[in-house]
Protein backbone atom coordinates (compact mmCIF):
# COMPACT_ATOMS: atom_id res chain seq x y z
CA UNK A 1 0.00 0.00 0.00
CA UNK A 2 1.20 3.49 -0.78
CA UNK A 3 1.83 6.01 2.07
CA UNK A 4 -1.48 7.90 1.60
CA UNK A 5 -3.93 4.91 1.28
CA UNK A 6 -4.37 4.66 -2.45
CA UNK A 7 -7.47 5.09 -4.41
CA UNK A 8 -9.64 2.02 -6.61
CA UNK A 9 -12.26 0.95 -4.34
CA UNK A 10 -11.33 3.01 -1.88
CA UNK A 11 -8.27 1.74 -0.02
CA UNK A 12 -7.23 3.54 2.70
CA UNK A 13 -4.01 4.11 5.58
CA UNK A 14 -6.85 4.75 8.33
CA UNK A 15 -9.36 2.28 8.65
CA UNK A 16 -12.88 3.26 8.02
CA UNK A 17 -14.26 2.30 11.18
CA UNK A 18 -11.17 3.87 13.29
CA UNK A 19 -12.13 7.20 11.68
CA UNK A 20 -16.00 6.75 12.70
CA UNK A 21 -15.04 6.13 16.55
CA UNK A 22 -12.51 9.29 16.29
CA UNK A 23 -15.50 11.19 14.46
CA UNK A 24 -18.60 10.31 16.84
CA UNK A 25 -16.01 10.56 19.96
CA UNK A 26 -14.61 13.57 19.18
CA UNK A 27 -17.60 15.28 17.96
CA UNK A 28 -19.59 14.27 20.82
CA UNK A 29 -17.13 14.53 23.57
CA UNK A 30 -16.30 18.23 22.04
CA UNK A 31 -19.91 19.56 22.06
CA UNK A 32 -21.10 18.50 25.60
CA UNK A 33 -17.05 19.76 26.58
CA UNK A 34 -17.87 22.97 24.96
CA UNK A 35 -21.09 23.33 26.49
CA UNK A 36 -20.65 22.05 30.00
CA UNK A 37 -17.17 24.65 30.08
CA UNK A 38 -19.57 27.18 28.68
CA UNK A 39 -22.01 27.18 31.28
CA UNK A 40 -20.20 26.39 34.21
CA UNK A 41 -17.84 29.22 33.52
CA UNK A 42 -20.68 31.30 32.83
CA UNK A 43 -19.08 32.74 29.66
CA UNK A 44 -19.35 32.08 25.67
CA UNK A 45 -15.74 32.28 24.93
CA UNK A 46 -15.50 28.39 24.59
CA UNK A 47 -17.63 28.06 22.10
CA UNK A 48 -14.69 27.74 19.15
CA UNK A 49 -14.39 24.21 21.11
CA UNK A 50 -18.00 23.19 19.09
CA UNK A 51 -16.93 24.55 16.07
CA UNK A 52 -13.33 21.96 16.47
CA UNK A 53 -15.82 18.70 18.05
CA UNK A 54 -17.63 19.65 14.21
CA UNK A 55 -14.01 19.01 12.42
CA UNK A 56 -14.35 15.45 13.90
CA UNK A 57 -17.58 15.13 11.98
CA UNK A 58 -15.94 16.06 8.87
CA UNK A 59 -13.38 13.89 8.81
CA UNK A 60 -15.64 11.15 9.51
CA UNK A 61 -18.07 12.46 6.96
CA UNK A 62 -15.25 12.98 4.06
CA UNK A 63 -14.13 9.06 4.51
CA UNK A 64 -17.39 8.37 4.41
CA UNK A 65 -17.85 10.23 0.75
CA UNK A 66 -14.71 9.21 -0.57
CA UNK A 67 -15.87 5.34 0.50
CA UNK A 68 -18.97 5.85 -1.00
CA UNK A 69 -18.54 7.50 -4.55
CA UNK A 70 -15.26 5.58 -4.83
CA UNK A 71 -17.53 3.07 -6.36
CA UNK A 72 -19.14 5.71 -8.70
CA UNK A 73 -22.80 6.69 -8.10
CA UNK A 74 -22.95 8.73 -11.65
CA UNK A 75 -24.83 12.14 -10.44
CA UNK A 76 -21.68 13.89 -9.49
CA UNK A 77 -20.00 13.82 -5.76
CA UNK A 78 -22.06 17.32 -4.39
CA UNK A 79 -25.20 15.15 -4.74
CA UNK A 80 -24.43 13.35 -1.62
CA UNK A 81 -22.82 15.97 -0.09
CA UNK A 82 -26.48 17.40 -0.04
CA UNK A 83 -28.09 14.76 1.17
CA UNK A 84 -25.76 14.51 4.22
CA UNK A 85 -26.52 17.85 4.85
CA UNK A 86 -30.13 17.20 4.57
CA UNK A 87 -30.34 14.54 6.59
CA UNK A 88 -28.22 16.43 9.39
CA UNK A 89 -30.41 19.13 9.67
CA UNK A 90 -33.00 17.42 10.14
CA UNK A 91 -32.25 15.01 12.68
CA UNK A 92 -30.34 18.08 14.33
CA UNK A 93 -33.89 20.40 14.55
CA UNK A 94 -35.53 16.88 15.93
CA UNK A 95 -32.94 15.89 18.49
CA UNK A 96 -32.87 19.21 20.01
CA UNK A 97 -36.78 19.93 19.93
CA UNK A 98 -37.19 16.35 21.30
CA UNK A 99 -34.82 16.36 24.32
CA UNK A 100 -36.25 20.21 25.27
CA UNK A 101 -39.64 18.22 25.13
CA UNK A 102 -38.94 15.68 27.03
CA UNK A 103 -37.10 17.87 29.96
CA UNK A 104 -33.44 16.94 29.04
CA UNK A 105 -31.90 19.41 26.79
CA UNK A 106 -28.46 17.92 27.67
CA UNK A 107 -29.91 14.88 26.03
CA UNK A 108 -30.71 16.55 22.33
CA UNK A 109 -27.12 15.72 20.85
CA UNK A 110 -27.67 12.16 21.07
CA UNK A 111 -31.38 11.82 20.50
CA UNK A 112 -30.46 14.11 17.10
CA UNK A 113 -27.28 11.50 16.21
CA UNK A 114 -29.35 8.05 16.81
CA UNK A 115 -32.34 8.98 14.42
CA UNK A 116 -29.63 10.49 12.11
CA UNK A 117 -27.61 7.06 12.14
CA UNK A 118 -30.83 4.97 11.93
CA UNK A 119 -32.05 7.38 8.94
CA UNK A 120 -28.87 7.83 7.20
CA UNK A 121 -29.05 3.34 7.63
CA UNK A 122 -32.40 3.14 5.83
CA UNK A 123 -31.96 5.29 2.93
CA UNK A 124 -28.37 3.21 2.57
CA UNK A 125 -30.94 -0.02 2.58
CA UNK A 126 -33.33 1.90 -0.05
CA UNK A 127 -30.32 3.01 -2.07
CA UNK A 128 -28.82 -0.45 -2.33
CA UNK A 129 -32.78 -2.46 -2.34
CA UNK A 130 -34.99 -0.03 -3.99
CA UNK A 131 -32.96 1.81 -6.87
CA UNK A 132 -30.03 -0.92 -6.98
CA UNK A 133 -27.01 0.97 -6.27
CA UNK A 134 -25.28 -2.45 -5.15
CA UNK A 135 -22.88 -0.63 -3.61
CA UNK A 136 -21.60 -2.78 -0.35
CA UNK A 137 -20.72 0.12 1.74
CA UNK A 138 -23.46 2.05 0.85
CA UNK A 139 -25.85 1.11 4.22
CA UNK A 140 -22.68 2.25 6.83
CA UNK A 141 -21.96 5.17 4.75
CA UNK A 142 -24.94 6.77 4.42
CA UNK A 143 -24.90 6.03 8.47
CA UNK A 144 -21.84 7.36 8.49
CA UNK A 145 -22.83 10.43 6.12
CA UNK A 146 -26.07 11.43 8.05
CA UNK A 147 -24.26 11.24 11.56
CA UNK A 148 -21.60 13.27 10.35
CA UNK A 149 -23.62 16.13 8.94
CA UNK A 150 -25.75 15.97 11.42
CA UNK A 151 -22.62 16.49 14.40
CA UNK A 152 -21.65 19.09 11.74
CA UNK A 153 -24.96 21.20 11.92
CA UNK A 154 -24.75 20.68 15.85
CA UNK A 155 -21.22 22.21 16.71
CA UNK A 156 -20.88 25.15 14.19
CA UNK A 157 -25.06 25.97 15.42
CA UNK A 158 -23.06 25.59 19.34
CA UNK A 159 -20.17 27.64 17.90
CA UNK A 160 -23.06 30.73 16.69
CA UNK A 161 -25.09 30.55 19.67
CA UNK A 162 -23.03 29.68 22.37
CA UNK A 163 -25.58 27.17 23.78
CA UNK A 164 -27.17 24.14 23.45
CA UNK A 165 -30.67 25.14 24.09
CA UNK A 166 -33.14 24.51 21.29
CA UNK A 167 -34.89 28.16 21.85
CA UNK A 168 -31.20 29.70 21.64
CA UNK A 169 -30.17 27.92 18.38
CA UNK A 170 -33.53 28.79 16.71
CA UNK A 171 -33.27 32.29 17.92
CA UNK A 172 -29.64 32.89 17.08
CA UNK A 173 -28.83 30.18 14.29
CA UNK A 174 -32.41 29.69 12.33
CA UNK A 175 -33.89 32.75 12.87
CA UNK A 176 -30.91 35.12 11.80
CA UNK A 177 -30.60 32.98 8.70
CA UNK A 178 -26.72 31.79 9.97
CA UNK A 179 -28.08 28.38 9.07
CA UNK A 180 -27.65 28.83 5.50
CA UNK A 181 -24.35 29.48 5.88
CA UNK A 182 -23.28 26.11 8.13
CA UNK A 183 -25.71 24.29 5.50
CA UNK A 184 -23.19 25.49 2.24
CA UNK A 185 -19.70 25.60 4.41
CA UNK A 186 -20.38 22.71 6.17
CA UNK A 187 -21.58 20.91 2.78
CA UNK A 188 -18.79 21.45 1.23
CA UNK A 189 -16.34 20.51 4.55
CA UNK A 190 -17.42 17.08 3.39
CA UNK A 191 -18.70 17.10 -0.08
CA UNK A 192 -15.58 18.62 -1.63
CA UNK A 193 -12.62 17.43 -0.81
CA UNK A 194 -13.32 14.04 -2.41
CA UNK A 195 -14.78 16.31 -4.98
CA UNK A 196 -11.20 17.87 -5.81
CA UNK A 197 -9.17 15.26 -5.27
CA UNK A 198 -10.74 12.16 -6.72
CA UNK A 199 -9.25 10.78 -9.85
CA UNK A 200 -6.76 7.42 -10.14
CA UNK A 201 -4.09 9.08 -8.23
CA UNK A 202 -6.36 9.82 -5.05
CA UNK A 203 -5.03 9.21 -1.46
CA UNK A 204 -6.72 9.41 1.82
CA UNK A 205 -4.65 11.41 3.66
CA UNK A 206 -4.84 14.34 1.27
CA UNK A 207 -8.67 13.84 0.73
CA UNK A 208 -8.75 13.78 4.88
CA UNK A 209 -6.44 17.18 5.15
CA UNK A 210 -8.02 19.08 2.20
CA UNK A 211 -11.13 18.41 4.40
CA UNK A 212 -9.88 19.97 7.82
CA UNK A 213 -8.34 22.79 5.77
CA UNK A 214 -12.26 23.51 4.45
CA UNK A 215 -13.32 23.12 8.00
CA UNK A 216 -10.94 25.92 8.94
CA UNK A 217 -12.59 27.84 6.52
CA UNK A 218 -15.59 27.04 7.95
CA UNK A 219 -14.71 28.19 11.06
CA UNK A 220 -13.58 31.35 10.14
CA UNK A 221 -17.42 32.09 8.33
CA UNK A 222 -19.16 31.09 11.54
CA UNK A 223 -16.66 33.05 13.69
CA UNK A 224 -17.55 36.58 11.70
CA UNK A 225 -21.59 35.18 12.25
CA UNK A 226 -20.50 34.84 16.10
CA UNK A 227 -19.39 38.29 16.47
CA UNK A 228 -22.95 39.27 16.37
CA UNK A 229 -24.57 36.95 18.26
CA UNK A 230 -22.10 36.73 21.20
CA UNK A 231 -20.22 39.75 20.84
CA UNK A 232 -16.52 40.58 19.50
CA UNK A 233 -14.41 38.19 22.15
CA UNK A 234 -16.30 34.91 21.60
CA UNK A 235 -16.57 35.28 17.86
CA UNK A 236 -12.70 36.81 17.12
CA UNK A 237 -11.39 33.78 19.04
CA UNK A 238 -13.64 31.93 16.84
CA UNK A 239 -12.35 33.39 13.52
CA UNK A 240 -8.75 33.54 14.32
CA UNK A 241 -8.51 30.06 15.23
CA UNK A 242 -10.57 28.93 12.13
CA UNK A 243 -7.50 31.04 10.53
CA UNK A 244 -4.50 29.33 12.12
CA UNK A 245 -6.74 25.48 10.93
CA UNK A 246 -7.22 26.78 7.72
CA UNK A 247 -3.47 28.36 7.16
CA UNK A 248 -2.13 24.92 8.91
CA UNK A 249 -3.79 22.49 7.00
CA UNK A 250 -3.27 24.31 3.20
CA UNK A 251 0.08 24.15 4.14
CA UNK A 252 -0.06 20.97 4.65
CA UNK A 253 -2.30 19.61 1.75
CA UNK A 254 0.37 21.97 -0.42
CA UNK A 255 2.72 19.64 0.57
CA UNK A 256 0.82 16.49 -0.10
CA UNK A 257 -0.18 17.37 -3.08
CA UNK A 258 3.31 18.21 -4.18
CA UNK A 259 4.60 14.78 -3.02
CA UNK A 260 1.92 13.13 -4.85
CA UNK A 261 2.09 15.59 -8.46
CA UNK A 262 4.72 13.55 -10.87
CA UNK A 263 6.56 17.43 -11.11
CA UNK A 264 6.32 20.37 -9.78
CA UNK A 265 7.44 23.22 -12.41
CA UNK A 266 6.82 26.81 -13.22
CA UNK A 267 5.31 27.22 -16.43
CA UNK A 268 5.46 30.74 -16.65
CA UNK A 269 3.06 33.65 -18.42
CA UNK A 270 1.72 32.25 -21.70
CA UNK A 271 3.58 32.41 -24.68
CA UNK A 272 2.30 35.50 -26.96
CA UNK A 273 1.43 33.06 -29.46
CA UNK A 274 -0.86 31.17 -27.61
CA UNK A 275 -2.72 34.20 -27.06
CA UNK B 1 -47.08 17.97 20.54
CA UNK B 2 -50.92 17.22 20.30
CA UNK B 3 -51.66 13.94 18.47
CA UNK B 4 -54.96 14.09 16.27
CA UNK B 5 -56.80 14.26 12.92
CA UNK B 6 -54.98 17.21 12.14
CA UNK B 7 -51.56 15.86 12.56
CA UNK B 8 -52.51 12.73 10.13
CA UNK B 9 -53.59 15.25 7.41
CA UNK B 10 -49.87 17.03 8.21
CA UNK B 11 -48.23 13.67 7.82
CA UNK B 12 -49.99 13.14 4.38
CA UNK B 13 -49.20 16.42 3.33
CA UNK B 14 -45.78 16.25 3.95
CA UNK B 15 -45.80 12.69 2.52
CA UNK B 16 -47.19 13.23 -0.78
CA UNK B 17 -45.11 16.58 -1.08
CA UNK B 18 -41.99 14.29 -0.54
CA UNK B 19 -43.31 12.27 -3.78
CA UNK B 20 -44.06 15.43 -5.90
CA UNK B 21 -40.59 16.27 -5.71
CA UNK B 22 -39.44 13.32 -5.98
CA UNK B 23 -41.64 12.12 -9.38
CA UNK B 24 -41.04 15.95 -10.23
CA UNK B 25 -37.28 15.93 -10.58
CA UNK B 26 -37.81 13.14 -13.40
CA UNK B 27 -39.40 15.27 -15.50
CA UNK B 28 -36.75 18.19 -15.66
CA UNK B 29 -34.32 18.32 -18.18
CA UNK B 30 -30.63 17.54 -16.65
CA UNK B 31 -27.83 17.42 -18.63
CA UNK B 32 -25.36 17.88 -15.90
CA UNK B 33 -21.73 18.34 -16.98
CA UNK B 34 -21.97 17.01 -20.67
CA UNK B 35 -24.57 19.75 -20.86
CA UNK B 36 -22.67 22.68 -19.50
CA UNK B 37 -20.04 21.55 -22.59
CA UNK B 38 -23.50 21.09 -25.42
CA UNK B 39 -22.49 17.53 -25.56
CA UNK B 40 -25.90 16.38 -24.08
CA UNK B 41 -29.66 17.71 -24.11
CA UNK B 42 -31.01 19.65 -21.02
CA UNK B 43 -29.83 22.03 -18.50
CA UNK B 44 -25.80 21.93 -18.03
CA UNK B 45 -26.01 21.74 -14.19
CA UNK B 46 -27.30 18.50 -11.91
CA UNK B 47 -30.74 17.47 -10.82
CA UNK B 48 -30.02 18.24 -7.01
CA UNK B 49 -29.35 21.89 -8.27
CA UNK B 50 -32.41 22.65 -10.16
CA UNK B 51 -34.46 20.51 -8.04
CA UNK B 52 -33.51 22.55 -4.80
CA UNK B 53 -33.56 25.77 -7.13
CA UNK B 54 -37.83 24.87 -8.27
CA UNK B 55 -38.11 23.46 -4.37
CA UNK B 56 -36.69 26.64 -3.25
CA UNK B 57 -38.58 29.01 -5.37
CA UNK B 58 -41.60 26.97 -4.47
CA UNK B 59 -41.54 27.57 -1.06
CA UNK B 60 -40.54 31.46 -1.29
CA UNK B 61 -43.63 32.10 -3.24
CA UNK B 62 -45.87 30.16 -0.92
CA UNK B 63 -44.35 31.76 1.99
CA UNK B 64 -45.11 35.14 0.34
CA UNK B 65 -48.40 33.91 -0.71
CA UNK B 66 -48.80 32.48 3.05
CA UNK B 67 -48.03 35.77 4.33
CA UNK B 68 -51.07 37.08 2.41
CA UNK B 69 -54.06 34.70 3.07
CA UNK B 70 -54.19 31.04 4.46
CA UNK B 71 -56.18 29.16 1.79
CA UNK B 72 -54.36 26.47 1.28
CA UNK B 73 -54.91 26.25 -2.43
CA UNK B 74 -53.82 29.64 -3.66
CA UNK B 75 -50.69 29.11 -1.49
CA UNK B 76 -50.06 25.66 -3.51
CA UNK B 77 -50.25 27.11 -6.80
CA UNK B 78 -48.53 30.17 -5.82
CA UNK B 79 -45.38 27.69 -5.64
CA UNK B 80 -46.32 25.61 -8.42
CA UNK B 81 -46.28 28.64 -10.63
CA UNK B 82 -43.19 30.69 -9.21
CA UNK B 83 -41.31 27.20 -9.05
CA UNK B 84 -42.52 26.61 -12.71
CA UNK B 85 -41.50 30.17 -13.65
CA UNK B 86 -37.87 29.91 -12.16
CA UNK B 87 -36.90 26.72 -14.04
CA UNK B 88 -38.82 28.26 -17.21
CA UNK B 89 -36.35 31.06 -16.96
CA UNK B 90 -33.51 28.79 -16.00
CA UNK B 91 -34.33 26.87 -19.80
CA UNK B 92 -35.19 29.75 -21.54
CA UNK B 93 -31.69 32.03 -20.45
CA UNK B 94 -29.54 28.69 -21.32
CA UNK B 95 -31.07 28.37 -24.97
CA UNK B 96 -30.57 31.48 -26.06
CA UNK B 97 -26.73 30.88 -24.38
CA UNK B 98 -26.55 27.91 -26.64
CA UNK B 99 -28.46 29.12 -29.38
CA UNK B 100 -26.26 32.10 -29.84
CA UNK B 101 -23.28 31.69 -27.91
CA UNK B 102 -22.61 28.06 -28.70
CA UNK B 103 -24.08 28.04 -32.25
CA UNK B 104 -25.62 24.61 -31.10
CA UNK B 105 -28.77 23.22 -32.62
CA UNK B 106 -31.17 21.70 -30.65
CA UNK B 107 -32.13 18.43 -31.22
CA UNK B 108 -33.17 15.40 -28.72
CA UNK B 109 -31.26 11.93 -28.80
CA UNK B 110 -34.05 10.09 -27.89
CA UNK B 111 -36.49 10.65 -29.71
CA UNK B 112 -36.72 10.66 -33.50
CA UNK B 113 -39.21 13.27 -34.14
CA UNK B 114 -40.06 15.86 -31.75
CA UNK B 115 -43.55 14.56 -30.28
CA UNK B 116 -44.93 17.88 -29.64
CA UNK B 117 -44.07 20.00 -33.23
CA UNK B 118 -43.35 16.34 -35.41
CA UNK B 119 -39.90 17.91 -36.44
CA UNK B 120 -37.05 15.21 -37.42
CA UNK B 121 -34.13 15.05 -34.33
CA UNK B 122 -31.45 13.29 -35.34
CA UNK B 123 -30.21 15.14 -38.81
CA UNK B 124 -28.93 17.88 -36.05
CA UNK B 125 -27.20 15.96 -33.77
CA UNK B 126 -23.71 16.32 -33.58
CA UNK B 127 -21.50 13.35 -34.25
CA UNK B 128 -19.90 12.10 -30.98
CA UNK B 129 -22.28 13.99 -28.86
CA UNK B 130 -26.35 12.40 -27.51
CA UNK B 131 -28.31 15.91 -28.62
CA UNK B 132 -27.27 19.06 -27.75
CA UNK B 133 -29.76 22.60 -25.83
CA UNK B 134 -33.66 22.12 -25.04
CA UNK B 135 -35.50 21.05 -27.39
CA UNK B 136 -39.33 21.50 -27.14
CA UNK B 137 -39.91 18.39 -25.68
CA UNK B 138 -37.63 18.87 -22.59
CA UNK B 139 -38.80 22.27 -22.35
CA UNK B 140 -42.50 21.35 -21.88
CA UNK B 141 -41.31 18.39 -19.79
CA UNK B 142 -38.88 20.71 -17.84
CA UNK B 143 -42.02 23.06 -17.31
CA UNK B 144 -44.13 19.99 -15.75
CA UNK B 145 -41.66 19.14 -13.92
CA UNK B 146 -41.20 22.84 -11.92
CA UNK B 147 -44.48 23.21 -10.92
CA UNK B 148 -44.33 19.71 -9.60
CA UNK B 149 -41.02 20.43 -7.33
CA UNK B 150 -43.02 23.76 -6.29
CA UNK B 151 -46.45 22.38 -5.37
CA UNK B 152 -44.48 19.99 -3.49
CA UNK B 153 -42.58 22.04 -1.93
CA UNK B 154 -45.82 24.71 -0.58
CA UNK B 155 -47.02 21.30 0.01
CA UNK B 156 -44.08 20.61 2.96
CA UNK B 157 -43.45 24.15 3.83
CA UNK B 158 -47.35 24.66 4.78
CA UNK B 159 -48.35 21.93 7.44
CA UNK B 160 -45.36 22.33 9.01
CA UNK B 161 -45.66 26.07 9.67
CA UNK B 162 -48.93 25.41 10.67
CA UNK B 163 -46.98 22.62 13.29
CA UNK B 164 -44.46 25.06 14.65
CA UNK B 165 -45.69 28.40 13.81
CA UNK B 166 -41.98 29.40 13.26
CA UNK B 167 -41.15 30.39 8.95
CA UNK B 168 -37.19 30.20 9.21
CA UNK B 169 -37.45 26.80 10.92
CA UNK B 170 -40.07 25.40 8.56
CA UNK B 171 -38.29 26.58 5.48
CA UNK B 172 -34.75 24.89 6.57
CA UNK B 173 -36.70 21.53 7.39
CA UNK B 174 -38.63 21.75 4.54
CA UNK B 175 -35.53 22.33 2.39
CA UNK B 176 -33.98 19.42 4.33
CA UNK B 177 -37.08 17.11 3.02
CA UNK B 178 -36.60 18.53 -0.25
CA UNK B 179 -32.87 17.96 -0.45
CA UNK B 180 -33.20 13.96 0.70
CA UNK B 181 -35.94 13.21 -2.02
CA UNK B 182 -34.51 15.12 -4.80
CA UNK B 183 -31.12 13.11 -4.20
CA UNK B 184 -33.31 9.67 -4.20
CA UNK B 185 -34.63 10.69 -7.16
CA UNK B 186 -31.32 11.80 -8.68
CA UNK B 187 -29.54 8.81 -8.13
CA UNK B 188 -32.55 6.82 -9.45
CA UNK B 189 -32.16 8.28 -13.15
CA UNK B 190 -28.18 8.45 -12.52
CA UNK B 191 -27.36 12.04 -13.72
CA UNK B 192 -29.15 12.32 -16.17
CA UNK B 193 -32.37 12.82 -18.07
CA UNK B 194 -34.49 14.41 -20.82
CA UNK B 195 -37.92 14.29 -20.12
CA UNK B 196 -41.12 11.93 -19.85
CA UNK B 197 -40.57 10.81 -23.46
CA UNK B 198 -36.69 9.80 -22.05
CA UNK B 199 -36.59 6.03 -21.70
CA UNK B 200 -34.98 6.39 -18.30
CA UNK B 201 -38.57 8.00 -17.33
CA UNK B 202 -39.69 4.39 -16.84
CA UNK B 203 -37.47 3.74 -13.70
CA UNK B 204 -39.88 6.64 -11.86
CA UNK B 205 -41.76 3.42 -9.56
CA UNK B 206 -38.43 2.68 -8.03
CA UNK B 207 -37.83 6.44 -6.81
CA UNK B 208 -42.01 6.67 -5.72
CA UNK B 209 -41.17 3.44 -3.54
CA UNK B 210 -37.66 5.35 -2.02
CA UNK B 211 -39.20 8.54 -1.64
CA UNK B 212 -42.33 7.19 -0.18
CA UNK B 213 -40.51 5.04 2.50
CA UNK B 214 -37.58 8.54 3.14
CA UNK B 215 -40.72 11.02 3.73
CA UNK B 216 -42.37 8.69 5.67
CA UNK B 217 -39.78 9.03 8.38
CA UNK B 218 -39.07 12.64 8.05
CA UNK B 219 -42.59 13.15 8.15
CA UNK B 220 -43.12 11.51 11.64
CA UNK B 221 -39.83 13.66 12.77
CA UNK B 222 -41.34 16.76 11.27
CA UNK B 223 -44.88 16.54 13.28
CA UNK B 224 -42.95 16.26 16.54
CA UNK B 225 -40.89 19.37 16.32
CA UNK B 226 -41.50 22.42 18.10
CA UNK B 227 -41.13 25.76 16.97
CA UNK B 228 -38.61 27.43 19.75
CA UNK B 229 -38.82 30.61 20.78
Same mark, same amino acid.
Given at each position: MSVGGGAGGAPSAIDAKKLRIYGLVGSVVGIYLAAILNSALNTTLFSFVGAVASIFAVVMGANAVRRVCGYG?????PSIGMLALGMGIIATMFGLSVAEAMGFGLLGPIIALVYAMVFGYIIGVIANK????????MEEGNADLSAAGTMAILGWSFAI?????YDAIVTNVLMTGYIAIIFIAGGLAILHPFNA??????KQDRTLVNGIMIGGLAMVATGIAAISTQGLASGLLLTVIGFIVWYYFFMWYYRLTKRDASAVVGTGLLPPSAQ | MNFDINTIVYLLEIIVGGLLVGIGVHFVPVGGAPAAMA???? &????TVQLAAGSGLTGLLAAGLMMSVTDNIWVILASGAVGAGIMIDATMLTGSWIYAYAVGAPFAS??????? &???WSQPPYISPGTVGQGIPTICFVSGTIGGMMGGLGGAMIYYPLYLINGNAALSAMFAIGIFLVNAVLASWNIQGTIEGFHDPKFKKWPFAFRACAVASVLLAIAAVMITGGA
Open positions: IGTGVVIKFNIPVSGSLSCLGPDE | QATG &IGTGAKVTYDP &ITG
